[in-house]
């Protein structure tokens, strides 16, 4: 195709739509996908981990090496308030409508409508491009980007940057430049006591209380007041048990969970701790599992990250504002093997019914991925 005619990103993202890719089923999802990049050049490698379909897809074998990084898996659509099916894909007075309009196949249709354009006028560009689509993004995201990224390492195809294409945008397209992400983990922790009667509570040791005193420890004493990319470490109670059907028994445990968004001040090893800590101070008898989600990490400010501005700002007129807001994206694991950051669409219908994207939106995107590229690569 001629580089002055854009390539459209519409029939690539219904056809992607059509496809009921509920994770971690495929349902063909990655099938229209390969057959879109087959003709660019690229040379596929489509893999299964567990339930999970996977594809990394790679143009040259150059440097440098940039990867888009996305999911073809989507949130289950619910069964009532759409309007029309929820995977007909179907264009409305210029909005494109449905499950994954937004999160995220509208977005991978427009990097490969803007990657193809590129392609087209520069045949011989320098270093080399992959793409990275996972279907468990939405799911435990265990048997997706974290597997591909392993299987990447063993065959030498880790890039030099990587931009997942997340919808990051909050009202205008490009306004937000995703360079990091806080940390997440949960605790269960379940506190020992001595069952007994209500009425002598002297003959036993109520857990309740123990857990309450915990509890009011951890979160009047913030564990910080924000960093340089970061807004505060937040720490939220999320759950509370005690199992008891009777009023009058002091039950022998109490349970509760925790869950803490942790800026680069601190580890997911040292909020443990942390956490520990105040068991002990009220010499708690406690069990205590820690799930960690992922990380807090920061791509700082510097050549890659102003590529990304440069482009953002010819492509849109929009001057991006740096975030490290929200909540986990596989952006938590690709950065501990190369610099990321993620850039999309808006995000505002994301998950929700009649989720959608404006058809101009769409586009505007695949030009600011081909901005991307000339910047990566000139």
């Excluded at 011989?124 to 993004?137: F, V």
Aim: hydrophobic share 40%.
């Amino acid at each position: 195709m001629s580089s002055n005619t854009p390539t459209d990103p519409l029939p690539l993202a219904q056809a992607l739509i059509r496809c009921a890719s509920v994770t971690p089923a495929d349902d063909g999802a990655l099938g229209v996908l390969e057959a879109a990049l087959a003709p660019l050049g690229f040379t596929l490698h489509r893999m299964r981990f567990g339930e999970v379909e996977n594809l990394f897809a790679r143009r040259g074998t150059g440097a440098p090496h940039f990867c888009y990084a996305g999911h073809t898996d989507v949130v289950p659509p619910g069964t009532e308030g759409w309007q029309g099916s929820p995977f007909a894909a179907e264009v409305r007075d210029g909005v494109l409508y449905g499950r994954g309009a937004c999160d995220m196949k509208g977005g991978i249709a427009a990097f490969v409508a803007g990657m193809s354009d590129f392609v087209a006028a520069n045949p011989r560009h320098e270093g080399s491009i992959s793409l990275l689509i996972t279907g468990d993004e939405e799911g435990p995201s265990v048997d997706g980007t974290r597997k591909v990224l392993e299987w990447m390492q063993a065959n030498n195809h880790i890039p030099d940057m990587a931009l997942v294409g997340e919808p990051t945008s909050k009202v205008t397209l490009g306004d937000t430049l995703k360079i990091g992400r806080r940390g997440s983990m949960t605790a269960y922790i379940t506190l020992h006591g001595t069952q007994g009667h209500s009425a002598y509570p002297q003959r036993a040791d109520n857990p309740i209380h123990r857990l309450v005193r915990v509890l009011h420890r951890l979160t009047t004493n913030p564990l910080d007041q924000g960093s340089d990319w970061f807004e505060a470490t937040t720490l939220q109670v999320t759950g509370l048990d005690v199992g008891n059907t009777a009023n009058n028994v002091i039950p022998p445990a109490a349970r509760c969970m925790i869950n803490i968004r942790f800026n680069d001040l601190h580890t997911s090893a040292s909020i443990t701790e942390h956490l520990h800590a105040a068991l002990r101070a009220e010499d708690a008898r406690y069990d205590m599992r820690i799930s960690v989600s992922g990380e807090s990490f920061v791509t700082k400010p510097g050549a890659y990250v102003d590529a990304l501005k440069r482009a953002v700002a010819e492509q849109t007129g929009v001057e991006p504002q740096l975030d490290t807001g929200g909540g986990t994206s596989d952006a938590r694991f690709i950065t501990n093997y190369c610099p990321v950051v993620e850039l999309g669409g808006v995000g505002t219908t994301m998950h929700q019914v009649n989720e959608a994207v404006p058809v101009a939106e769409l586009r505007a995107l695949a030009g600011l991925y081909r901005g991307v590229l000339e910047q990566v690569f000139r």
